[in-house]
Each structure stands twice: as C-alpha cells, then as structure tokens.
C-alpha cells in the first residue's frame, strides 16, 4: 500500500527542532500583537512546534476527519505510519491536521472516533463541549501557532451534561457551585430545546453545538478572522453512540 501523503507531509523524514518553551512564548507574543494590530495572522512557512504545519485546505480536514469515521465503523486500518512510529518524530513537536472541541464523556473519545494517531489532531474536552476560556485559548493556540484550518465542535447522544441542563431549566437544583456554574452556559440551549418540544436532551445536545460553534467565531477574535480569510473552518457535528457514526450538525 503507498504511504498516505497526508502522513507523508505531516512527518517527514528529518525534522527541524523543536520550539519548545521558547516558541510558545514567542507565539502568545505574536498572538498579543496581533491583537492590538487588528489580528494579523499569516500562515507561517513552518510551525513553532518544530513540525511543518498541515497543507490541508479546511475541506479536505473535515474530508480526513470523517474518513477517519468511517474507517472506525468498518473497523479498517488507518493507512501511514503507526503510533510506535510516530513517537520519535512527534517528541520533536506537533502538526495536527485539525481540531476537535469534544464532550469529557469517556464514550466520546475523538481520537477513536476518527481513528486519529498520534499527532493527527488537537482535541480540547469539557463536560459539554462548551467553548469556555480554557478551550477557547486552547484553539486559539492551534490555529495561530500550528496553523490547524479545521476546528469540529463535536456533541454526542444521551449526554449527561445535556441532561443536567434541560433538569436546572427547569427547576432550581441543589448542585455543587463549580457543577452549576459549568452547565449555566448550557441553558439557552436547553430553554431552546425546551420549547421546541420533542426529546429536550437530544435538541439540548443539538443546540449547543450550534450555539458553541457560533461563540467561537464571536468571541475570539483570532478565529474569527482565521476564518474570514478562509483558513479555518469551524464545524459542527453529532456522534450517535447507537450507530457510532458522526453526522455534520448543519
């Protein structure tokens, strides 16, 4: 089998040195001026990981992701180098070819869904896949610093933190104040889905993906003009733990 030229690019045979500390620091910098000079961010010539980043326009990630999908629910090999052959090259730095905001839930993990190795992408996870400061700023690092063009905001069947939210709007809960305060950005999907009728937590799932999707590309200011300059997508997508299949939220 020919290797895949995805895995050939994103892990060449020699690889420069790594960026370590050093160039974290200097990529918040550049992040910092970018800020105060209206958000320039032109794709660098070679991420400060150490890696070249992706070549991969944001059609062709979502392409790989769900790829990957499908290759998880035929139970298939994924082509190119394997994890054991990977870890020398990626202790050097990271090139993921897309991002995953995803459920902490341990039925939802996206590097088996997508049947992702090592390095393949760059997965931030809280209860809820909610776009908070933490996974914010996580994404905002893989876009400016490593140059990823996908970010997929993925929600899942029967979630638990769906659930709790669709139960706190509709009456007050005696819960622990960090609980409480994690599900309040929930509740305008859950009202939502609330009075749309039907399964509340299934349309809670739904609308949150939707409304994260949209808090992304509003309340960072890095990507959102990495995607007016039409090298990010940001996505939305559905897992169903019956199937295992993920289906794109439109």
Partial sequence: MPPCPCCTAAFPHRAAPAGGRRGFVAALAGLAAGGAAGVSLARPARAASGLPPTTLSP???LERLMQGNQRFL????QPGPGNVERRAILATGQAPFAAVLGCADSRAAPEVLFQAGLGD??????????????????LEYAVANLSVPLIMVLGHEHCGAAGAAVALAQQPLALPAHL???LLPMLPAALAALRAGGDAVEGTVRANVTLNVTRL???????????????LKVVGAYYDLDTQQVTPIA
Wanted: charged residues 20%.
């Fill in 59 to 61: 059609d062709q990630a």
């Fill in 74 to 77: 035929a139970k298939t090999a």
């Fill in 121 to 138: 992408i760059f997965v931030a996870r809280n209860a809820g896949n909610l776009a908070d400061t933490g996974a914010i700023g996580s």
């Fill in 180 to 182: 409480r305060d994690m």
């Fill in 217 to 231: 590309l509003t309340e960072s200011p890095v990507l959102s003009a990495a995607a007016a300059a039409g090298r």
